[in-house]
């Protein structure tokens, strides 16, 4: 296990749960610390969305179930945009 940062720009507030029920305990990702941003306007749209919900979470995964978790993720509406930084 590894521990990665994880910047997750979502629809809304409620898209955070919805992702975590979703996909973190399917792919073992275990939290470690929350950063919560809140509703920030974008730079310029992304999907037609003009704000987004940040969200920063520190988190521990395998190299391999990360890769295959943002896959799933790109294809998912709720998210807008995801970044992977290791830690």
Not at 26 to 40: S, Y
Not at 55 to 62: G, N, R
């Amino acid at each position: 296990m590894k521990q990665y940062e994880l910047l997750l720009i979502l629809i809304d507030e409620a898209a955070l749960a919805k992702v975590k029920e979703k996909y973190f305990d399917k792919f073992g990702i275990k939290v470690v610390k929350e950063d919560i941003w809140g509703v920030r306007r974008l730079a310029y749209p992304i999907k037609k969305q003009e704000a987004g919900f940040y969200a920063i979470l520190e988190v521990t995964v395998s190299s391999a179930k990360l890769a295959e978790f943002r896959k799933q993720i790109e294809l998912e509406d709720l998210v807008i945009r995801m970044a992977v930084f290791a830690d």
